[in-house]
């Protein structure tokens, strides 16, 4: 059979696996028992995973992330979606993407059905090639070769053309599922087959029956018989079949299925007709909203548009039934759109009975945004009496915060690591410390905001500013740590952005009051809503693709959570670095009294923090002598596990383990050390296996500490200084938004400065370029012009 296939040479794709289907298929569906495709399941190419499935149906899901326990889903396919953009002939790729999802979930343990359109475009096709090849023998026998170009195609009715494609719409589905082990049965209805209750109780005991056998049954409205729509045909509480839109919210209520999802041409519902100027994609969409959405006109194929759409949706949702609307055209989101939405993942428009309590994070946006603006607008006393007001409310609202912190210490005992819930813990001393950044900040801020950089006379009356101006609005998602959340917010206010806040789950109770301390700052001046803590179920994943709201995300928490969000940030750059792998060279030339107090403040005072000691690079012919005995006796001290580098291992008789990869981020009191023959073998080992963090050279020579300094590529280089100096606070900054390892923008600890940009300010009297012609009257000067002084008080 399969020697049918690869002999067809050039035949379309649905014709060449005709014969193998018509041989096979039927005797499939009788051959096989319901046994013996779980076991095929079990071994198939398609990753099988077993989740939660199990739910009462009844009522649908609140939220997205509740999306992945949906059991039993409806996956309808419009008429956009299944046919070529020619309307003449099937999206073969699309189809088998398509196809390739549901067999994923179908083998997860889902029960999957199919609505699909298709069989008219796909009969359109057949039909007109039948009729060119009759037109064209007939006009060669009449008429000569010459006249073919002229033949006119009449206008094909659509039930024929329903009649003509349905067998090969579903062989070409057959032939489909069967590459994933999956057998596909077709069920052809009309709106008779729901109104009449014999008929009904038999499609719903046929259902049943193929879902129980592990069938996915594919399900289209009998176009070859099927009569004409009847405008507002839908009786008192059902809705009538009058489109694959409401067949398909139909069968989902009759099935009790968990979800329903209505792929179309389009990402979702928008508040007006998409394309146009102000149209935005409503991420939820509740009962009752119709109102506030304007209905544009109906795809290019197909019966119903998007108003018949929400129609069927609200009837399906009312049911039990959760909906989802989104784009199954789109080729950057098509070949994933279907796992996507049932992984809860923001995709199209999300059908919900459930109101938040509080503003969507698009809604939080628009706010950060507006509330942004209005506090760029502010004189720099106004956003300094705000920064020292909210240190204030750190220090005399101290009881109510720690009260906080102990319950979300209390909650993340013994679900989370001691690093992390050292993190956690705020104290009075933490509490004190940020009170005095944050009025750093505050001093330093001045003239942050506005201050100019350059002045050039362009000619005559013709001035030119660079002025510094706030970035826009920046959305930092940090972990564990909620004495971030006040130091952010004092940097947004002094450099006038808006502010996004994603904290983790294990600070709930801590974010939340320091949230609010941060408002009552901004409520001095009126801006209250310039900060937001977003507190809806957003994964980070969604909030990383708001790329109209957002113009910079720092991240500030694990390596792994910075490189899931430069991952996922589409569009929207990041801020931060993946790694903190820092090392400290011991030169030849080092002092014994200094190397001990270094290691030890590098490695052991904060472990957890990316600034800390990970690698210690020791010179060779400092082996076997006092000065390396005093850092291994001070390391078993502080009971330090050591990891040796290859080359250290091989000095060694009897070892500590070696290590498993010289770049690695201990976050705990572990470290590697390795020998190096020279400070320039040092840089490379840095510059291998570093990641251009903090790195450190201890020496008494000068002139090799200034190699050092002046050849290591990282963002902080430090002379007979501990590694954890690498931080705003200390740096004088007065916090920091995080530490930077790219080349552009900001690099190193983030202070205010790297959380402005500029903008160019021209002022003129009835200039215009054409003056400046070679036969103008106005020449240009490029003068450069004093600046003014920059206030350091």
């Given at each position: 059979?399969?020697?049918?296939?690869?002999?067809?040479?050039?035949?379309?794709?649905?014709?060449?696996?005709?014969?193998?289907?018509?041989?096979?298929?039927?005797?499939?569906?009788?051959r096989i028992q319901p046994s013996t495709i779980r076991h095929v399941r079990s071994w198939s190419n398609i990753p099988f995973i077993t989740v939660p499935l199990s739910r009462a149906h009844g009522k649908s899901f609140a939220h997205r992330s509740e999306l992945k326990h949906a059991k039993r889903i409806v996956v309808k396919l419009g008429s956009a979606v299944v046919t070529r953009g020619d309307e003449c002939g099937l999206a073969l790729g699309r189809l088998a993407s398509i196809v390739e999802q549901v067999s994923v979930?179908?083998?997860?343990?889902?029960?999957?059905?199919?609505?699909?359109?298709?069989?008219?475009?796909?009969?359109?096709?057949?039909?007109?090639?039948?009729?060119?090849?009759?037109?064209?023998?007939?006009?060669?026998?009449?008429?000569?070769?010459?006249?073919?170009?002229?033949?006119?195609?009449?206008?094909?009715?659509?039930?024929?053309?329903?009649?003509?494609?349905?067998?090969?719409?579903?062989?070409?589905?057959?032939?489909?599922?069967?590459?994933?082990?999956?057998?596909?049965?077709?069920?052809?209805?009309?709106?008779?087959?729901?109104?009449?209750?014999?008929?009904?109780?038999?499609?719903?005991?046929?259902?049943?029956?193929?879902?129980?056998?592990?069938?996915?049954?594919?399900?289209?409205?009998?176009?070859?018989?099927?009569?004409?729509?009847?405008?507002?045909?839908?009786?008192?509480?059902?809705?009538?079949?009058?489109?694959?839109?409401?067949?398909?919210?139909?069968?989902?209520?009759?099935?009790?299925?968990?979800?329903?999802?209505?792929?179309?041409?389009?990402?979702?519902?928008?508040?007006?007709?998409?394309?146009?100027?102000?149209?935005?994609?409503?991420?939820?969409?509740?009962?009752?909203?119709?109102?506030?959405?304007?209905?544009?006109?109906?795809?290019?194929?197909?019966?119903?548009?998007?108003?018949?759409?929400?129609?069927?949706?609200?009837?399906?949702?009312?049911?039990?039934?959760?909906?989802?609307?989104?784009?199954?055209?789109?080729?950057?989101?098509?070949?994933?759109?279907?796992?996507?939405?049932?992984?809860?993942?923001?995709?199209?428009?999300?059908?919900?009975?459930?109101?938040?309590?509080?503003?969507?994070?698009?809604?939080?946006?628009?706010?950060?945004?507006?509330?942004?603006?209005?506090?760029?607008?502010?004189?720099?006393?106004?956003?300094?009496?705000?920064?020292?007001?909210?240190?204030?409310?750190?220090?005399?609202?101290?009881?109510?915060?720690?009260?906080?912190?102990?319950?979300?210490?209390?909650?993340?005992?013994?679900?989370?690591?001691?690093?992390?819930?050292?993190?956690?813990?705020?104290?009075?001393?933490?509490?004190?410390?940020?009170?005095?950044?944050?009025?750093?900040?505050?001093?330093?801020?001045?003239?942050?905001?506005?201050?100019?950089?350059?002045?050039?006379?362009?000619?005559?009356?013709?001035?030119?500013?660079?002025?510094?101006?706030?970035?826009?609005?920046?959305?930092?998602?940090?972990?564990?740590?909620?004495?971030?959340?006040?130091?952010?917010?004092?940097?947004?206010?002094?450099?006038?952005?808006?502010?996004?806040?994603?904290?983790?789950?294990?600070?709930?109770?801590?974010?939340?009051?320091?949230?609010?301390?941060?408002?009552?700052?901004?409520?001095?001046?009126?801006?209250?809503?310039?900060?937001?803590?977003?507190?809806?179920?957003?994964?980070?994943?969604?909030?990383?693709?708001?790329?109209?709201?957002?113009?910079?995300?720092?991240?500030?928490?694990?390596?792994?959570?910075?490189?899931?969000?430069?991952?996922?940030?589409?569009?929207?750059?990041?801020?931060?670095?993946?790694?903190?792998?820092?090392?400290?060279?011991?030169?030849?030339?080092?002092?014994?009294?200094?190397?001990?107090?270094?290691?030890?403040?590098?490695?052991?005072?904060?472990?957890?923090?990316?600034?800390?000691?990970?690698?210690?690079?020791?010179?060779?012919?400092?082996?076997?002598?006092?000065?390396?005995?005093?850092?291994?006796?001070?390391?078993?001290?502080?009971?330090?596990?050591?990891?040796?580098?290859?080359?250290?291992?091989?000095?060694?008789?009897?070892?500590?383990?070696?290590?498993?990869?010289?770049?690695?981020?201990?976050?705990?009191?572990?470290?590697?050390?390795?020998?190096?023959?020279?400070?320039?073998?040092?840089?490379?080992?840095?510059?291998?296996?570093?990641?251009?963090?903090?790195?450190?050279?201890?020496?008494?020579?000068?002139?090799?500490?200034?190699?050092?300094?002046?050849?290591?590529?990282?963002?902080?280089?430090?002379?007979?200084?501990?590694?954890?100096?690498?931080?705003?606070?200390?740096?004088?900054?007065?916090?920091?938004?995080?530490?930077?390892?790219?080349?552009?923008?900001?690099?190193?600890?983030?202070?205010?400065?790297?959380?402005?940009?500029?903008?160019?300010?021209?002022?003129?009297?009835?200039?215009?370029?054409?003056?400046?012609?070679?036969?103008?009257?106005?020449?240009?000067?490029?003068?450069?012009?004093?600046?003014?002084?920059?206030?350091?008080?």
């Amino acid at each position: 059979m399969l020697s049918q296939v690869y002999r067809s040479g050039f035949q379309p794709f649905h014709q060449r696996l005709l014969p193998w289907v018509q041989s096979t298929a039927l005797s499939r569906s009788h051959r096989i028992q319901p046994s013996t495709i779980r076991h095929v399941r079990s071994w198939s190419n398609i990753p099988f995973i077993t989740v939660p499935l199990s739910r009462a149906h009844g009522k649908s899901f609140a939220h997205r992330s509740e999306l992945k326990h949906a059991k039993r889903i409806v996956v309808k396919l419009g008429s956009a979606v299944v046919t070529r953009g020619d309307e003449c002939g099937l999206a073969l790729g699309r189809l088998a993407s398509i196809v390739e999802q549901v067999s994923v979930l179908q083998n997860q343990g889902r029960e999957m059905m199919l609505v699909t359109s298709g069989a008219v475009a796909f009969g359109k096709q057949r039909l007109r090639h039948e009729i060119l090849l009759s037109q064209s023998v007939r006009q060669a026998l009449h008429s000569g070769q010459n006249q073919l170009k002229e033949m006119a195609i009449p206008v094909l009715e659509a039930r024929a053309c329903a009649a003509a494609g349905q067998s090969g719409l579903m062989a070409l589905y057959e032939a489909m599922f069967t590459q994933y082990s999956i057998c596909a049965a077709q069920i052809l209805v009309t709106n008779l087959d729901f109104h009449d209750e014999q008929k009904r109780r038999n499609l719903n005991g046929t259902l049943h029956e193929l879902l129980r056998m592990n069938i996915v049954p594919i399900v289209n409205t009998n176009d070859a018989v099927v009569p004409p729509a009847e405008p507002n045909s839908d009786l008192q509480g059902v809705i009538s079949v009058k489109d694959n839109d409401s067949l398909a919210a139909r069968l989902a209520v009759e099935m009790k299925t968990d979800l329903l999802i209505v792929l179309s041409d389009v990402e979702g519902l928008f508040d007006s007709p998409p394309g146009s100027d102000d149209a935005k994609l409503i991420d939820i969409f509740y009962p009752g909203d119709q109102q506030s959405v304007t209905f544009g006109t109906k795809s290019r194929v197909g019966m119903g548009g998007m108003e018949a759409k929400v129609k069927a949706a609200l009837w399906a949702l009312q049911g039990g039934t959760s909906v989802v609307i989104a784009n199954g055209t789109h080729p950057k989101v098509s070949g994933h759109v279907i796992t996507d939405i049932v992984e809860g993942k923001k995709v199209g428009t999300f059908f919900s009975e459930v109101k938040p309590a509080g503003p969507t994070v698009e809604q939080q946006g628009e706010m950060a945004r507006s509330g942004g603006r209005m506090l760029a607008t502010l004189e720099p006393e106004q956003r300094a009496e705000i920064i020292y007001h909210l240190a204030d409310l750190l220090t005399d609202q101290r009881d109510e915060i720690l009260l906080a912190n102990k319950k979300d210490m209390e909650e993340a005992e013994g679900r989370l690591a001691a690093p992390l819930l050292k993190r956690l813990s705020l104290s009075t001393s933490k509490l004190n410390s940020l009170a005095i950044g944050l009025r750093q900040i505050a001093a330093s801020s001045q003239d942050s905001v506005g201050r100019v950089l350059r002045r050039t006379r362009i000619a005559k009356n013709l001035e030119l500013e660079q002025v510094t101006v706030p970035i826009g609005v920046l959305l930092v998602i940090f972990e564990s740590r909620p004495d971030c959340l006040p130091q952010v917010a004092a940097l947004a206010i002094a450099s006038g952005n808006g502010l996004l806040l994603k904290g983790g789950k294990e600070a709930t109770h801590s974010n939340r009051i320091l949230h609010l301390l941060a408002q009552e700052a901004l409520s001095i001046h009126g801006v209250k809503e310039a900060i937001q803590l977003v507190n809806t179920r957003e994964e980070v994943e969604d909030l990383c693709r708001l790329d109209k709201m957002i113009d910079l995300i720092i991240p500030r928490g694990s390596s792994q959570l910075v490189r899931d969000i430069q991952k996922a940030a589409k569009g929207i750059p990041v801020m931060g670095h993946s790694e903190g792998i820092c090392h400290m060279y011991v030169d030849s030339e080092a002092s014994v009294d200094k190397i001990t107090r270094l290691v030890r403040d590098s490695k052991c005072e904060y472990p957890a923090a990316c600034n800390a000691l990970e690698t210690l690079l020791i010179h060779r012919d400092l082996l076997r002598t006092p000065l390396f005995d005093q850092i291994i006796d001070m390391l078993r001290v502080e009971q330090v596990k050591i990891h040796a580098g290859p080359k250290f291992a091989s000095y060694l008789t009897f070892s500590p383990s070696e290590v498993k990869s010289l770049r690695t981020e201990y976050g705990d009191l572990e470290l590697c050390i390795e020998v190096v023959d020279s400070v320039q073998e040092a840089i490379d080992h840095i510059h291998k296996y570093g990641s251009s963090h903090t790195d450190v050279i201890v020496t008494e020579n000068e002139k090799t500490a200034e190699f050092f300094l002046q050849h290591v590529d990282s963002a902080c280089v430090f002379w007979n200084a501990s590694t954890r100096f690498s931080d705003g606070y200390r740096f004088g900054l007065g916090a920091e938004v995080g530490i930077s390892t790219s080349r552009i923008h900001a690099r190193g600890p983030v202070g205010l400065e790297g959380l402005l940009t500029t903008k160019w300010l021209l002022r003129g009297q009835d200039h215009v370029v054409s003056d400046f012609s070679e036969h103008g009257s106005l020449k240009y000067l490029h003068e450069n012009l004093p600046v003014p002084q920059r206030n350091t008080n």
